[in-house]
């Protein structure tokens, strides 16, 4: 879907001669949230063994399941559904470091705004959790407490293409073989004549 004129190789100097169909993913809504010193407790699907000491724990994933959208005014949208976070947990038990996978569940209900309006566009809503995990203990069989900062985005995207004037495709110079016995001066420095 490129319209290409004569003489658009790349080179700025020739102007911006060229149009591109790009697929990017765009972001329509999003919010964020911030919680500082926020306690969460996990659920292991394997047991932990009795004697298991906290090592350390890390976000590997989120997602939004069984979500409902209720349209309000202003082209706003209620969004309720439940964010499920996995967690990559790992522990020690007599100096053998085993890890697990743990999740932790919640409730979200935000408002977004949803390309409602175009019926052609299949968006997605997508969770983006990160955590500073200071402090963690094992708690019980099936269960790990973790204490720390976390920052989560609820995002509202969808698969689109978008038309961009460009200069062209991209020119890469010639590759720069090693013909010479030595490798030291290979490459051109500040201080060689050009």
Do not use: H, W
Request: proline fraction near 4%; charge should be negative.
């Amino acid at each position: 879907m490129a319209v290409i004129k004569a003489g658009c190789g790349g080179n700025f100097s020739d102007g911006l001669c060229c149009r591109m169909v790009i697929e990017v993913k765009r972001v329509f809504d999003g919010c964020v949230t911030s919680d500082d010193n926020i306690t969460l407790t996990l659920t292991t699907a394997a047991q932990i063994p009795q004697g298991a000491e906290f090592v350390a724990a890390r976000v590997i994933g989120s997602e939004l399941i069984g979500f409902s959208i209720t349209q309000c005014g202003d082209g706003c949208s209620r969004v309720v559904g439940e964010v499920v976070t996995t967690f990559a947990v790992t522990y020690s038990v007599n100096g053998q470091l085993t890890t697990v996978q743990a999740t932790q569940r919640e409730t979200k209900d935000v408002l977004l705004r949803l390309p409602f309006n175009n019926t052609a566009v299949m968006f997605s809503i997508e969770v983006q959790t990160n955590m500073n995990i200071g402090s963690g203990a094992i708690i019980g069989a099936n269960s790990v407490s973790i204490t720390g900062c976390r920052i989560q985005i609820i995002k509202v995207t969808a698969p689109v293409d978008i038309l961009v004037p460009t200069y062209g495709y991209c020119k890469y110079p010639p590759c720069t073989g090693c013909a010479c016995p030595g490798v030291d001066n290979i490459f051109p420095t500040f201080d060689d004549d050009f």
